[in-house]
């Protein structure tokens, strides 16, 4: 299989590169570059070295060569690209927001409104562990947001049940390299260490994403509060988000009901006895997750734990492209961590 990927420079971008050169379904990977067309792809990015290829300009002829496409771009850059995707047959996965939320969202949210609405339609979100059937049908998959993908891992098997409040508070660690490789004073090295800066709230732009799939988890509305903040690690994301305990419940009660919704899902992996840590998954596709009962307060905490450019972003796409191919869904994929 030959795979494309664009904004293959950036973070999330030279991810799926590193992770799709050991993919073994994956024959060549090509790596579109607008910063970096002709270098060597290891001279730029050093983790690479050993691997002979060189950034590419982006044109669409190149489509015709490939039979998955990722786009690893800023808001509002992969439309163009997804559309001649689409219209050329070529299963494409974006890795950022242009295909998450419906038109109407766009304004709002990201500030502009969306030039092809009728890709949206097209697009099935790709969270596999809540909707895999439909990743398996599609041919352009929007991959979820990093803080969404912990968020809706952390809370789905309560919103299933119908048990989320109408409104959810959830607070959230990043780690820097969230925030792209464009340097910003916030990520600036005396800025950053031994400093937590909270940010975006209120009015995250993750917040639509999240109230629209729990949305559809609960089959009503729900409305988000949504706290991030920035902590001085270069990867790693931490969710925690407070329930009200329906009455009677118990804590073994809590951890069947998680255990049983993610039963057989090879990426998450449900805590017993432990609170999810971010250093347990850095590296790895995995999403740690774990509802732990106050029995004092009544307060389920819901928390989960990813690397943001793993199960956030690169493994994610990967992930989703294995199903849309009809590969095995964990192909070329790292369940575990090193050690911490
Ligand atoms: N970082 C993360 O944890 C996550 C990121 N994402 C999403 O993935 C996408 C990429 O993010 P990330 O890798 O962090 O960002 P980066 O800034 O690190 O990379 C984005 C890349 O896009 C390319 N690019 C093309 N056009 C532009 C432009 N006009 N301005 C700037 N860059 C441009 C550049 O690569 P080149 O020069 O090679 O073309 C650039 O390196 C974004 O949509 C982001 O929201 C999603 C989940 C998690
Ligand atoms: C730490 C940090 O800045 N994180 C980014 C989210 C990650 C990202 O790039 O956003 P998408 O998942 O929407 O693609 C932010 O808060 O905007």
Redesign the pocket.
């Known amino acids: 299989m030959e795979v494309g990927v664009?904004?293959?420079?950036?973070?999330?971008?030279s991810e799926l590169v590193r992770l799709l050169l050991d993919h073994p379904a994956v024959t060549a990977v090509r790596c579109f570059?607008?910063?970096?067309a002709g270098e060597p792809v290891g001279r730029s990015l050093p983790g690479l070295a050993g691997f002979d290829g060189r950034?590419e300009p982006w044109q669409e002829a190149a489509l015709e060569g490939l039979d998955v496409v990722f786009t690893?771009?800023?808001?509002g850059?992969a439309v163009p690209i997804l559309s001649a995707a689409r219209a050329a047959g070529v299963a494409a996965v974006d890795?950022?927001?242009d295909l998450r939320l419906a038109a109407v969202d766009y304004p709002t949210w990201y500030g502009y409104d969306h030039p092809e609405p009728t890709l949206l339609q097209d697009a099935v979100y790709g969270l596999p562990e809540l909707w895999e059937e439909a990743v398996r049908r599609a041919r352009l998959v929007a991959n979820p947001?990093?803080y969404p993908t912990a968020v809706l891992l952390a809370l789905a098997p309560l919103a299933r049940e119908g048990l989320l409040p109408a409104s959810v508070q959830v607070s959230a660690t990043s780690g820097h390299?969230?925030a792209?490789?464009?340097p910003r004073a916030a990520s600036h090295l005396p800025a950053a260490v031994e400093n937590v800066q909270p940010y975006a709230f209120p009015g995250h732009r993750h917040v639509p994403e999240m109230e629209r799939y729990l949305a559809r988890l609960a089959g009503r509305p729900v409305q988000v509060s949504f706290l991030p903040q920035l902590v001085p690690a270069s990867r790693g994301i931490l969710a925690a988000a407070f329930i009200p305990a329906p009455p009677g419940w118990t804590q073994a009660g809590v951890t069947d009901a998680y255990r049983s919704f993610y039963q057989a899902r090879p990426f998450v992996r449900v805590l017993d006895d432990e609170l999810p840590q971010t250093a347990w998954v850095r590296g790895s596709n995995r999403c740690d997750v774990a509802a732990r009962l106050d029995p004092r307060t009544g307060t389920i905490a819901c928390l989960a734990a990813l690397d943001?450019?793993v199960k956030?972003?690169a493994g994610q796409a990967i992930q989703n492209m294995n199903l849309m191919v009809g590969l095995e869904e964990a192909a070329g994929l790292p369940r575990f961590a090193p050690a911490a």
């Open positions: 664009l904004g293959a420079s950036g973070y999330a971008g570059s607008s910063s970096h950034f690893s771009l800023p808001a850059e890795v950022g927001s947001g990093c390299s969230g792209g490789r464009t943001n450019l956030g972003a």
